[in-house]
């Protein structure tokens, strides 16, 4: 299973996209806002979808800067974080985190409260 | 003048609540109008959406509105308005209507044990805390219990803090910084357990508030430094600046997305809180900088206090505080056998330390447990 981002068009009808979806075994992870949605599925959940009008699209990879939303303050954050997640940077230093590994404990850092 | 705020024709009997759609999801509109409403003596009292709301107002506070708002908001209705409703927004339209139905006020007369105390038959309490600050929250009656366990769907508030000064605000790529790091912590956590078919629907605020950083703290207790810039953050989303308005914008984004549960996460940047991140029901804290840990931590150890939003309980000691192997946590009353204090080796897990792992433990503590392996975890059997 793979996480992807779906993105609906305004119009377009998200009852039957999601009952596609999870008809193929895909399911929902995460929404922001009405039409951009984080969902896990594999390569027969976005054939699927890719096919349907109701979309814009499903990216496994960043979303291209013209399919950003103009009027969704949480969906635009959503799709800019995702395209942030696809960075190298973003893996690079997730993989170099301070502290990866150690107990929340440890003396070298501040705990949590 | 026509009016600048959308009133459908259904509307409750004779109450001066006001059904308010704005013309568009521009955060700072929506902050003009919840400004407008308290300025005229009003209160927002429900929120769905970044363009529908409700709110009392005064017998004059409608010509009022429209007066002040003129030429900022253009004729609309709801029917009209210039873009399709999101599902909450639309949700809260219907609901009004719904209200104004004579089946509703039939049902709602004739309910079931009406008048009849909470206290011969409570609603759900909040589980045990562990250590967390929950004591300090001040506020009346017992409220609901909003992350029982972590199976279905959840509405996550989340909600930027911006001071007056540029060290207390978010840049553009810090706030995106956050956002991802909540989508990977929180969808890695999703991918965990099939069977509890976790969906995160979000709520975000980008919210500035005039709280200088070097305010003086009545105390030096997670409620002093905290109250301050949360209490300005929740007056300018419209409810009340206390802990209660907390409580009530859970409960509200609850109903607005149509979830199981919900939660909310105050991120700052530079204030002087508590702890660099903390946690108790119903709202998490998280300090941009996250201690020594730094932003590129911020999905693990909100990932961690989400663990203790939903009954998880620490898993590691310090010289201060030591985790109590055999205490029980979480719906399923578990308990706490991956505490480092405990005779058994300890695993590499979530609310142990900063690893993407988790224990069976704390698997029990979240609700996922299949004790009769049919499939269906415990707490829903």
């Not at chain 2, 209705?77 to 219907?94: K, N, R, T």
């Not at chain 2, 509703?104 to 007369?109: P, R």
């Not at chain 2, 409570?122 to 506020?139: I, N, Y």
């Not at chain 2, 399923?332 to 991956?338: A, D, F, M, S, V």
Request: with cysteine; glycine share 10%.
């Amino acid at each position: 299973m793979e996480e992807m981002l779906l993105l609906l068009r305004e119009d377009g009808d998200a009852s039957h996209v999601l009952n596609t979806l999870h008809g193929r075994g895909g399911r929902v992870l995460q929404r922001y806002g009405r039409n951009v949605i984080v969902i896990e599925g594999d390569e027969r959940v976005k054939s699927t979808l890719a096919d349907t009008s109701d979309i814009i699209g499903v990216y496994t990879s960043e979303v291209p800067e013209g399919q950003m939303p103009t009027n969704d303050f949480s969906g635009s954050l959503g799709i800019s974080a995702w395209n942030l997640r696809q960075s190298e940077n973003y893996a690079r230093t997730k993989a170099n985190r301070p502290g990866q590994g150690l107990s929340w404990g440890d003396p070298a850092f501040e705990r949590e409260g | 003048m026509d009016s600048g705020v959308a009133v459908p024709t259904a509307q409750p009997d004779s109450s001066v609540e006001q059904l308010i759609v704005l013309p568009s999801p521009d955060p700072s509109l929506f902050e003009e109008t919840v400004a407008v409403i308290n300025e005229l003596g009003g209160r927002v009292s429900q929120v769905y959406g970044p363009r529908v709301l409700l709110a009392n107002l005064p017998d004059e506070g409608r010509e009022g509105l429209d007066q002040a708002l003129e030429g900022i908001f253009p004729p609309q209705g709801a029917e009209g308005a210039p873009f399709p409703m999101a599902v909450g927004e639309s949700l809260g339209i219907d609901a009004w209507n719904l209200r104004a139905s004579p089946e509703f006020t039939e049902a709602k007369g004739q309910r079931p044990r009406v008048g009849v105390s909470w206290a011969e038959d409570p609603p759900d309490l909040p589980e045990e805390e562990g250590e967390t600050p929950e004591s300090e929250a001040p506020f009346g009656a017992p409220p609901p219990n909003t992350s029982k366990f972590l199976i279905g769907s959840v509405a996550v508030g989340l909600i930027l803090v911006n001071g007056p000064t540029p060290a207390l605000q978010f840049t553009g790529n810090e706030r995106t910084k956050v956002i991802a790091e909540v989508q990977d912590g929180l969808g890695w956590l999703a991918a965990q357990e099939p069977r509890a078919n976790i969906t995160w629907v979000y709520d975000i605020r980008d919210v500035n508030v005039v709280v200088p950083a070097n305010f003086q703290p009545e105390n030096n207790s997670y409620e002093a430094k905290e109250a301050p810039w949360r209490n300005a953050a929740m007056a300018q989303l419209g409810f009340s600046a206390s802990f209660q308005g907390v409580w009530d914008y859970v409960l509200a984004i609850r109903q607005q997305y149509q979830t199981d549960w919900a939660y909310v996460a105050f991120f700052t940047k530079g204030y002087p809180i508590h702890h660099f991140a903390y946690a108790s029901k119903p709202r998490l804290v998280m300090d941009y900088f996250n201690g020594g840990w730094g932003p590129d931590s911020i999905a693990e150890v909100f990932t961690h206090e989400t663990g203790h939003i939903f009954g998880c309980p620490d898993e590691y000691s310090t010289v201060t505080k030591l985790c109590q192997c055999n205490t029980q946590y979480g719906f399923l009353k578990e308990i706490n056998g991956n505490c480092d204090q405990c005779p058994t080796p300890q695993i590499n897990c979530l609310m142990g330390a900063n690893e993407r792992a988790l224990c069976n433990y704390t698997r029990i503590h979240f609700g996922w447990r299949d004790s009769d392996g049919d499939g269906i975890l415990d707490p829903l059997s």
